[in-house]
């Protein structure tokens, strides 16, 4: 079908489905949008064109964005050692797990293993933030502490992709430099110009913002880096602005989650194979018990040491589980480098799919904890992590 209108009614009637579905069965939108996508790709074959793609990128980074800016720096501040903590083992331990498995059980050699650890040792930004959005939960202090531990666990996948396998050189130089400056400048810059431009219906404030994430979404590209990594460190940036200013996200989440974000899900569900998952569904169970079983051995102690309350530290943990983005983007940097193969890249996307369903779908369904906005959760502070 190269219908373009056509096309789009396809895409937009399956998201719509999605929404529909989400609300009659009480489910986060953002999975029903991956099995919707699944079922689709799988019986009348979603076309991915280059616009889908372009949708689906800009959703990923628009979204990677928006999780940014709810990290609030007083909060992380206060929780620093439990969002360092969690974010740091929730890489290693799946990581160490997955690279151990593939060599010494399976025996693929050790770059395919390291592709198959660096894409299962991620936490999906993606999905826990429409989660947090959906529930409210990004406006408590676990679900601030659960996105920071996100981008800590998520910046380890990055680096450790760039240290064990991309190539240092003077585009990868220069688009340190200007994200450094861009950080340093946009939260003296941004408040500035948002006053001056104000709110208006051309929505200068969103324009702006866009042409930076995809001024420097495009040189990380050039340099072998990923788009998503800019965004999360723009978002964090502008969080003081944002936290000061909530119509301006309000807003942003509404462009996100109307025409965005539904073509990256339904994406990722489509590229899911279930032919490929049939063949392999033995391996493919054991990658996700693999990463969902380090995940818990590593974290799920660590929120006891901090004293989250039970449901608090299931709930983390399962979140924690969670892959879609990074561990897609490491598979697919592993097939077009020939490190992996088609069969290993299958295997390895539909594992990572996985991991962003079942705990998912676990973790709100039966580990829902009470719901404490900011403001009542710091009355009831931790004092214990201080000591800690």
Request: hydrophobic share 55%; charged share 10%; glycine share 8%.
């Amino acid at each position: 079908m190269e219908n373009v209108w056509l096309v789009s009614a396809v895409w937009l009637g399956l998201a719509l489905l999605a929404s529909v579905i989400s609300i009659r069965v009480a489910m986060s939108v953002a999975l029903v949008e991956i099995i919707v996508g699944a079922v689709a790709g799988n019986t009348i074959g979603l076309h991915l064109t280059e616009w889908v793609n372009f949708l689906a990128g800009f959703g990923a980074i628009l979204l990677t964005f928006l999780a940014g800016t709810e990290i609030d720096p007083t909060v992380v501040r206060k929780h620093f050692k439990s969002s360092m903590s969690i974010g740091v083992v929730g890489f290693l331990a799946p990581y160490i797990g997955v690279l151990l498995y593939a060599h010494y059980a399976i025996g693929w050699p050790w770059p395919q293993a390291q592709i198959a650890g660096i894409s299962l040792s991620t936490t999906s930004v993606a999905v826990v933030y429409a989660v947090m959005v959906e529930t409210g939960f990004n406006k408590t202090e676990m679900g601030k502490i659960i996105l920071a531990a996100c981008f800590i666990n998520d910046l380890g996948t990055v680096l450790a992709l760039g240290v064990v396998f991309a190539h240092f050189d003077y585009w990868l130089a220069l688009f340190g430099a200007v994200t450094a400056v861009a950080l340093w400048m946009l939260p003296r810059f941004a408040p500035w110009f948002f006053a001056r431009v104000g709110h208006r219906v051309s929505e200068p404030e969103t324009k702006f913002i866009s042409l930076v994430l995809l001024g420097l979404g495009g040189l990380a590209s050039v340099a072998g880096s990923e788009a998503v990594l800019p965004a999360y460190l723009v978002g964090m940036a502008l969080a003081p602005a944002f936290l000061a200013d909530p119509e301006l996200p309000h807003r942003m989440r509404i462009i996100a989650f109307t025409i965005l974000t539904p073509f990256y899900f339904l994406k990722a569900g489509s590229l899911v194979d279930f032919h490929a998952v049939l063949s392999a569904a033995g391996l493919i169970a054991v990658f996700l018990a693999i990463k969902m079983a380090t995940k818990f051995v590593g974290i799920l102690p660590l929120t006891k040491a901090f004293r989250f309350e039970a449901r608090e530290g299931m709930y983390t943990t399962l979140l924690m589980s969670t892959g879609l983005t990074f561990g897609t983007i490491s598979a697919l940097f592993g097939l077009t480098n020939h490190i992996i193969d088609q069969q290993q890249y299958t295997i390895l996307v539909t594992a990572v799919i996985g991991s962003a369903l079942v705990p998912t779908i676990i973790a709100q369904r039966w580990f829902q904890p009470d719901f404490k906005p900011v403001e009542n959760a710091a009355r009831s502070a931790r004092p214990a992590e201080e000591e800690a």
